[in-house]
C-alpha cells in the first residue's frame, strides 16, 4: 500500500482544514487507517482512526468533537475533517495504514504503511 497524503496548510485558529490520504494497492479496505502527528522533537502521535467499516473510530482526547475521520474504500481515500483549528493542533500529519482490520491502535509500531506528511500551521 502506498499513501500520498494531502490538504495541509496554514490557517487561523478557528479555521477548518480537511486533510486527505489516497491509498494505491488492492487491500485498502482491508487495513484501519489513522492520522497521526508530529512537531519537531517529539514522536509522533495518534490523532485518529477509523477501521474497515467505518463503523469504528477513535480519537486523541484533544480533537474529540473537533476532528473527524472518515473513509472511502471505493475511492481508497480516508479525510480528516478538523474544526475549529487551535495553534497546538500545529504539526506534521501523517496518515497510515494498520495491520490491522478491526482493532484501532494508537501506537505508530501497529502501522505499516505511511504517507509522506503534510504540514498544518495554525497561527493565533
Known amino acids: 500500500v502506498q499513501l500520498q497524503a494531502s490538504g495541509g496548510g496554514l490557517v487561523q485558529a478557528g479555521d477548518s482544514l480537511r486533510l486527505s490520504c489516497t491509498a494505491s494497492?488492492?487491500?485498502?479496505?482491508?487495513?484501519?487507517m489513522g492520522w497521526f502527528r508530529q512537531v519537531p522533537g517529539k514522536e509522533r502521535k495518534f490523532v485518529a482512526g477509523?477501521?474497515?467499516?467505518?463503523?469504528?473510530?477513535d480519537y486523541e482526547d484533544s480533537v474529540k468533537g473537533r476532528f473527524t475521520i472518515s473513509r472511502d474504500n471505493t475511492k481508497k481515500v480516508v479525510y480528516l475533517q478538523m474544526n475549529s483549528l487551535k495553534p497546538e493542533d500545529t504539526a506534521v500529519y501523517y496518515c497510515?495504514?494498520?495491520?490491522?482490520?478491526?482493532?484501532?491502535?494508537?501506537?505508530?509500531?501497529?502501522?505499516?504503511?505511511w504517507g509522506q506528511g503534510t504540514q498544518v500551521t495554525v497561527s493565533s
Open positions: 477509523v477501521n474497515w467499516s467505518v463503523v469504528g473510530t
Open positions: 494497492g488492492r487491500a485498502f479496505s482491508s487495513y484501519v
Open positions: 497510515a495504514a494498520s495491520r490491522y482490520m478491526n482493532m484501532i491502535s494508537i501506537s505508530s509500531s501497529d502501522y505499516a504503511y
